[in-house]
């Protein structure tokens, strides 16, 4: 889906795509009910979207999308995803909300006034670089929300958050890479990284 406007779908999601090879590039994802996107067991790359919360289409306020307390930018599940040079502004739960196994890279996108700009779940593996934030009540959450899982690890290979911009329970992990690297100069394989050398955190 390359160069479309998805907005004021009152069901569940803006769309949902499950157990597919997916490319979702240049669009604009805004005003749905519940989440923008949502992506179940799916592979591929999400690239230059712009997910926001609220409406920007002019004269188009005859659909009424109340807003949700619960509703995300990008939710993710069982996936394996690349995520870069994204916008997602103004959400007042999560800005991707990574969960059930998934791997994904974020790397390189705006997270502009959201409660939480990334939400790591139930062992899922997330690999940060070169992202940008701002006026977000927290940066990282971390939490196992289904017992099925266990905790999820957040990988940060470039970036600097103060401590009270993360949120995480005791049990999921917060790794920095050992030796600086830059991402674009590896193959971008989810192998390759969880081969590298981490150091985890608290």
């Not at 659909?63 to 995803?81: A, H, R, T």
């Not at 949120?167 to 390759?192: A, R, V």
Request: glycine share 4%; with cysteine.
């Amino acid at each position: 889906i390359k160069n479309s406007h998805i907005h004021h779908n009152s069901s569940d999601d803006g769309l949902n795509i499950k157990n597919s090879k997916i490319e979702l590039t240049n669009n604009i994802f805004n005003a749905n009910s519940a989440d923008q996107v949502d992506i179940d067991f799916c592979i591929g790359s999400i690239k230059k979207n712009k997910f926001i919360s609220k409406s920007i289409v002019r004269d188009f306020n005859f659909v009424k999308i109340p807003e949700d307390n619960n509703g995300d930018g990008l939710d993710l599940s069982g996936s394996e995803i690349i995520v870069r040079n994204n916008i997602f502004n103004g959400f007042l739960d999560k800005g991707i909300s990574v969960g059930e196994n998934t791997k994904v890279q974020i790397l390189e996108n705006n997270f502009i006034s959201n409660r939480s700009a990334i939400t790591a779940k139930d062992h899922s593996n997330v690999y940060l670089y070169g992202n940008h934030y701002e006026k977000n009540k927290i940066n990282i959450e971390m939490y196992q929300k289904k017992q099925i899982f266990s905790h999820p690890s957040i990988f940060n290979v470039n970036e600097n958050h103060l401590a009270k911009m993360i949120e995480k329970t005791k049990k999921s992990h917060y790794y920095k890479s050992k030796y600086k690297f830059n991402l674009y100069e590896t193959s971008n394989s989810f192998k390759e990284l969880e081969d590298r050398k981490w150091i985890e955190y608290e």
